[in-house]
């Protein structure tokens, strides 16, 4: 009988229940022989000042995972691209008055990427634990919604490219995260209770606005009620805030949210939210559309404002530009942020609004 010949995979793997539950049913295919890798992104060395940064901790689980179900590791720094491809597009946004997507280039630029790059030919697959699907024929390969509509990361996957996903597995797609649970309280993970992470991924537990101050600074400048010009408070700098923004605004006799930021003018312009209503956005445009396969043939599509499991039914007209119009408004869209476009279960790809 002729032997088998194995996929080889590499495997990401951060320290999270999900990623150590894909690793656990990719180890456990005898069509795959694997690795796991663990990225290292963290800007530990730079800002290590502002707070404790948990990868030792994610390695010492990592490791711990890999041993017990006998999968070799590796790990590789890539704290420099990091830095030049991601980090310097997040300063570069936040200091135009945008607001960026880390996760979504930390994506396409650096896991499925550099990562790629780095180990090139070794490997037929390169799979993570992210909660998303695959079909694959037709000569392409789509990328679908996962089974859980609340931890679905597609959003975050909208710009991989068609030889990106090509070479992808997502072995928890299928999975709602309470079986991701499941399957790790059965095998005895250690890392089976471990909290997601809720912060962007190349911070750890550094806080946001302190690594925005500490390469932006302070510009002190007024907060103005769009309503009667009247000037309510003071920011320390239009980079700390973004649109829809609720929280942190120091601001008495609230509700009020952030509506718009004049960079020029240094001011944060904000609304009550009696009258939020009337600055609810129903058109918009994206530019730079990114498509996984081809562009949309549809003009009626769902669209993705943010990651969460809430998709907006819309129309759009799409060119070397997209212009979005919901069926109902939002009043967070922000300039800078992804919009993401899906037809039925297929997330499309997406784009950056202008």
């Known amino acids: 009988m002729a032997e088998v010949v194995k996929q080889r995979v590499a495997a990401l793997v951060s320290g999270g229940v999900d990623s150590a539950v894909a690793l656990c049913r990719l180890a456990e295919d005898r069509e795959f022989e694997v690795t796991a890798f663990y990225l290292k992104i963290w800007l530990e060395d730079e800002l290590a000042f502002l ?27 890539l704290q420099r691209p990091y830095h030049e491809k991601v980090v310097a597009y997040v ?48 000569g392409a390969t789509r990328l679908l919604r996962g089974i859980d509509p609340i931890k679905d990361q597609t959003y975050f996957l909208c710009r991989l490219t068609q030889a990106q996903v090509a070479r992808c597995l997502f072995p928890i797609g299928d999975l709602e995260k309470a079986e991701v649970r499941g399957i790790a309280k059965q095998r005895h993970l250690p890392n089976a209770e471990r909290p997601d992470s809720q912060g962007i991924c190349f911070l750890g537990q550094i806080p946001y606005d302190e690594f925005v101050h500490h390469h932006l600074g302070d510009r002190p400048g007024e907060i103005v009620d769009v309503e009667t010009g009247r000037v309510l ?11 829809g923004q609720r929280r942190g605004l120091g601001l008495a006799g609230g509700p009020w949210y952030v509506v718009d930021k004049d960079v020029t003018k ?22 730079d559309p990114h498509w996984i396969c081809s562009p949309p043939s549809s003009a009626k599509l769902s669209v993705r404002l943010r990651h969460g499991a809430r998709l907006w039914p819309a129309r759009v007209e799409v060119g070397e530009i997209v212009r979005v119009r919901l069926d109902d408004g939002d009043p967070g869209i922000a300039p ?3 919009c993401v476009f899906y037809d039925g279960e297929e997330c499309l790809g997406g784009g950056p609004v202008a």
């Open 266 to 287: 240094n001011e944060v312009h904000v609304v009550h939210g009696k009258v939020l209503e009337d600055y609810h956005h129903r058109e918009f445009v994206v530019a």
């Open 336 to 338: 800078g942020q992804f």
């Open 91 to 138: 300063l570069a946004e936040l200091k135009a008055g945008r607001t960026p997507s880390p996760d979504v280039l930390c994506n396409s630029m650096i896991k499925f990427g550099a990562f790629v790059e780095c180990v090139g030919p070794r490997f037929d697959r390169i799979a993570s634990g992210h909660y998303a699907r695959l079909h694959r024929g037709g």
């Open 51 to 77: 707070g404790s940064c948990p990868w030792e901790e994610d390695l010492r689980l990592v490791r711990e995972v890999c041993d017990g179900v006998g999968v070799p590791l590796e790990v590789i720094s």
């Open 233 to 243: 408070g003071a920011h320390s700098g239009v980079w700390f805030h973004t649109i």
